[in-house]
């Protein structure tokens, strides 16, 4: 059934209260600076060496066994960036002195390909230095098992000694989440194999979709079969659309950019939503394309930076008067709202990135003021509600304000880094001629 979507006037208004005053970037730059030092100081005193730091209980965790360095590793491109050359070096040190991969435990593929694998390109895309790119290609060569599976499509899990692979039911998200990383592998080893592999899952996993263009929330890696017919473009599914249209730019691919275009009106078609004055995708049914809930969330907010990275400023802006209201309803982002209610489904928040992600690319393509007032806002809610004592903490309830003993590395390479090249106007990194991978590590447009 086609629904037709009517943007309503009222979203296109500002809803924000105050435009008056200019936004002083220069000390917001400074300001996003000092954020981040504070919270690397916090790690670097008390969880060196380990994945990340728990910053209420000032301790440090790793994820597995032994420590990936994920901190490092996430963070060392936003050092570059910010013109951070101690900490920098201090990273680069430890990362290409203590980081080795072979070691007998299993990993996530997704979340390893997307923070290690991805840092360690940026980083030397970044550094020139040749030890980061040989880090990468071992890790790679560790990981690129996953895809042994009959479809082509990869596991979740694998043993980086051994090879042996787990997880056959997987998300859209965890087997269409490669194509950038293996592709910029494949630019810089002169070695196909890296890029041809990913393609080829994110090739099967579209050749699956429903009749109406939509992929579900769940599938079975090994036989094809669809284990959740919900589709949305929250978790699960989020970084698959994107790695459709970010593939499609950095590699002019025209099957990626088909596959994007075939996605995005399928989207835009059945997910798309209206309340009185905002704009919305919801969750439907892959198959029927009927609603199945109002939910959007932190993840969600990430839609409105592809809209504009395809051109479509118009809706990318009336999402993201969404996603400032969903963040400004209890002065941080909750994971899940229901938008037909307004209430917190789910009222956690882990340091998630992806509304300011949205508003730096809204700003850079419209320089309308605005959206630095938007970042300013969320920035400062950010250091009222999140900052600690040794770093920045997620929050186990956004409307009490209860927090939680945790600071991802993620909060590094994503959060505060799209943070500061908001308010620095870029010059330390130029927008056009990059893309960034869904954990925000940049690469040169080929």
């Known amino acids: 059934m086609k629904k037709t979507i009517i943007l309503p006037l009222g979203i296109l208004l500002i809803t924000i209260s105050a435009f008056t005053q200019p936004v002083n970037k220069k000390q917001m730059k400074n300001e996003v600076k000092e954020a981040f030092l504070h919270a690397w100081n916090g790690y670097k005193q008390y969880a060196w060496g380990y994945d990340a730091l728990k910053p209420l209980s000032k301790q440090g965790r790793n994820w597995y066994k032994q420590s990936l360095l994920m901190t490092p590793v996430d963070a060392f491109d936003v050092m570059k960036i910010m013109g951070l050359k101690k900490e920098a070096e201090e990273a ?93 592998l494949s630019h810089h080893t002169g070695n196909p194999r890296y ?132 963040w400004m309803l209890h002065g941080i982002e909750p994971e899940v709202l229901d938008y037909s209610t307004m209430q917190v489904k789910y009222p956690n928040y882990v340091l998630r990135p992806e509304n300011i992600e949205s508003i730096y690319y809204l700003y850079h393509f419209t320089h309308d003021e605005k959206y630095l007032r938007m970042g300013k806002d969320l920035f400062d ?26 600071m991802e590395s993620f909060f590094f390479a994503e959060t505060l880094k799209y943070f500061y090249l908001l308010f620095e106007d870029g010059r330390s990194l130029d927008f056009d001629k990059v893309i960034f991978n869904t954990e925000a590590h940049p690469y040169k447009r080929f």
């Open 92 to 184: 680069k040190t430890i990362i290409c002195e203590k980081l080795h991969f072979d070691v007998d435990m299993e990993v996530q593929n997704f979340e390893v390909s997307i923070r290690i694998l991805a840092g360690l390109l940026s980083a030397y895309e970044l550094d020139g230095d040749k030890r980061f790119l040989d880090l990468a290609v071992d890790l790679a060569d560790r990981l690129i098992v996953v895809f042994n599976s009959p479809t082509g499509m990869p596991y979740r899990y694998v043993n980086l000694k051994t090879g042996k692979t787990s997880g056959p039911f997987s998300n859209p998200a965890e087997i269409g989440t490669y194509i950038i990383e293996y592709g910029v």
């Open 381 to 406: 809610n950010l250091q009222k509600y999140c900052r600690s004592e040794v770093g920045f903490t997620a929050l186990e309830n956004v409307i009490t304000k209860e927090r939680a003993d945790d």
């Open 195 to 326: 890029f041809d592999t990913a393609k080829k899952a994110m090739v099967k996993l579209h050749s699956l979709r429903s009749a109406i263009g939509l992929p579900g929330q769940g599938i079975n890696v090994e036989t094809g079969e669809w284990t959740n017919t919900e589709s949305s473009i929250s978790g699960g599914i989020d970084s698959y659309f994107e790695y459709m249209l970010k593939a499609a730019i950095l590699f002019n691919d025209k099957d990626f950019r088909d596959m994007w275009q075939t996605s995005l009106a399928a989207v835009n078609r059945y997910m798309a939503d209206t309340t009185a004055s905002s704009f919305w995708y919801g969750r439907v049914n892959m198959n029927t394309g009927e609603r199945t809930r109002t939910f959007y969330g932190a993840l969600d907010a990430f839609f409105a930076g592809s809209l504009v990275l395809d051109g479509d400023l118009k809706r990318a802006a009336a999402l993201q008067e969404s996603n400032y209201k969903m």
